[in-house]
């Protein structure tokens, strides 16, 4: 019987770039082959040489659908010599992961967001004309009072685990209407795969909740904690020392280090890390044993045991995954090679 293939790619809006999908129909026992689209429409090419090629790189079944059907996350290419589209960042991934590989790189993401209520553009849980009460009790909260979207949030991880994403936990956030759920551990590669998809998941989900996903990474000003996407990261030798954990942080605060990976850490950096909330402030840098005030925080536990991973907390909820694990696993497995 005939299948749908789902194709997703990664579009070029600007200043964050979003997902895009179309639907493809194939008869029973074809593969999902090469494709292609309007790049003049995702602001990828201009209208008199419009098309943008779509190589699959990565699929699993689609949850949503259910059956044979399938998603199918492609790399975007140009038609010339189909190589890399200038905004294809899973190639600089990729390039990360063949020459770094052999130290085994691995990552968690953590991707917060917050469901906005389109009649009224604020997060979902806020009243219509104030604020709710302040933060405190909706971290991980129960009840009706401090929850809003729980439905959806239950809906999202069953999907990705029925994709077989590498989906590791979810949870309530500080703001109402705020949350967060892991992808991890995965390679530099798998891991902006992983997320790119459940992304789509998510967004696509939240259509039939007729609520907005917004990955910005300070939707509400003032006293309320931005979005973040804290990214944790190990090496095997970080999974087996601690001199290489110490390496590792010193690497990624070696001069002009950090403000070069701030350029890869999604916009508007500067108002989430303000120094308050949980964050570091952007111009400086600092790695401690369980600090959340720090740029990056080493675990207790990881130094209760003397091995594991770091945390780098300052990557916002927009940034590009494929973006944050290239710098990471070249930065870090340079020092440590
Ligand atoms: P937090 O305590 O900061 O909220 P989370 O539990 O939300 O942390 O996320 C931690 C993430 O780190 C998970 O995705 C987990 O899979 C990942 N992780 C665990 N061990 C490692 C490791 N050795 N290397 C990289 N990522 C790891
Ligand atoms: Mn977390
Ligand atoms: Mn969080
Ligand atoms: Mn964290």
């Not at 925080?297 to 494929?322: F, H, L, M, S, T």
Request: glycine share 10%; proline share 6%.
């Amino acid at each position: 019987m005939a299948y749908r293939a789902e194709y997703l790619w990664i579009d070029g809006s600007v200043p964050t770039a979003e997902i895009r999908s179309k639907t493809k129909i194939l008869a029973d026992g074809d593969e999902p082959g090469v494709w292609g689209y309007d790049g003049s429409s995702t602001n990828q090419a201009t209208g008199d040489n419009s098309d943008v090629v779509l190589q699959p790189v990565f699929q699993c079944p689609d949850p949503i659908r259910g059956g044979n059907d399938i998603l199918v996350l492609c790399e975007t290419a140009l038609t010339a010599d189909l190589s890399p589209h200038p905004t294809n960042t899973r190639a600089g991934a990729r390039a990360a992961l063949e020459k770094y590989g052999d130290q085994e790189p691995w990552f968690g993401l953590e991707q917060e967001y917050t469901l906005i209520n389109p009649a009224t553009g604020w997060p979902a849980g806020f009243p219509n004309n104030g604020f709710p009460a302040p933060q405190g009790p909706y971290y991980c909260g129960v009840g009706a009072l401090k929850i809003h979207g729980r439905d959806l949030i239950e809906e999202h991880t069953k999907a990705c685990m029925d994709a077989g994403l590498a989906i590791s936990g979810t949870n309530a956030e500080v703001m109402p209407g705020q949350w967060e759920f892991q992808i991890g551990p995965a390679d530099t590669v798998a891991v902006g795969d992983h997320m790119w998809v459940a992304r789509y998941l998510l967004f696509r989900l939240a259509e039939e909740h007729n609520v907005e996903v917004s990955i910005e990474a300070k939707p509400m000003k003032g006293d309320w904690n931005g979005a973040g996407m804290h990214t944790n990261f190990s090496t095997r030798a970080m999974r087996e020392n601690y001199e290489s954990i110490i390496a590792a942080c010193e690497a990624m605060g070696a001069l002009g280090v950090p403000e070069r990976h701030l350029e890869g850490y999604g916009v508007g950096i500067e108002d989430r890390l303000t120094g308050a909330h949980e964050t570091q402030r952007f111009d400086q840098f600092s790695y401690g044993v369980s600090d959340r005030g720090a740029s990056i925080r080493i675990p207790w536990q990881v130094a209760q045991d003397g091995k594991g991973y770091i945390e780098d907390r300052r990557p916002n909820a927009n940034a590009d995954p494929y973006v944050l694990s290239t710098l990471l696993t070249n930065t870090v497995c340079s020092a440590l090679a």
